[in-house]
Nanobody, 124 residues
Framework: QLQLVESGGGLVQPGGSLRLSCAAS?????IGWFRQAPGKEREGVSC????????NYADSVKGRFTVSRDNAKNTVYLQMNSLKPEDTAIYYCAAAKSRNLRPGCPPATEYDAWGQGTQVTVSS
């Protein structure tokens, strides 16, 4: 039922910035951001609670990425600054199927709606 659409990816030079958007077709609880690079496992990047009061980040992006949401627009954003070549991946957003009452992000198995992904390439 719930549909998610990512946008904002593209090609950027190292040190540059991109802002990804995740537009949902309706109400969402927690939203997670994941990425998968060629030859690597899927990695959890960040997540944000339903009201935006709690956010979490993977150590690899902490201090560089910021997740936020505008619930009036049913949209979640991932601001990515100081991008590195190792950030190159397909980025996905996902909607949690139930409330998360524990510290940290829900595991991938707790998301039941996923977007199609948007490609981020960081290269000179």
């Amino acid at each position: 039922q719930l549909q998610l659409v990512e946008s904002g990816g593209g090609l950027v030079q190292p040190g540059g910035s991109l802002r990804l958007s995740c537009a949902a077709s309706g109400f969402t609880l927690a939203i997670g951001w994941f990425r998968q690079a060629p030859g690597k496992e899927r990695e959890g990047v960040s997540c944000i609670s339903s009201g935006g009061g709690r956010t979490n980040y993977a150590d690899s992006v902490k201090g560089r990425f910021t997740v936020s949401r505008d619930n009036a627009k049913n949209t979640v954003y991932l601001q990515m600054n100081s991008l590195k070549p190792e950030d190159t991946a397909i980025y996905y957003c996902a909607a949690a199927k139930s409330r998360n009452l524990r510290p940290g992000c829900p595991p991938a198995t707790e998301y039941d709606a996923w977007g199609q992904g948007t490609q981020v390439t960081v290269s000179s």
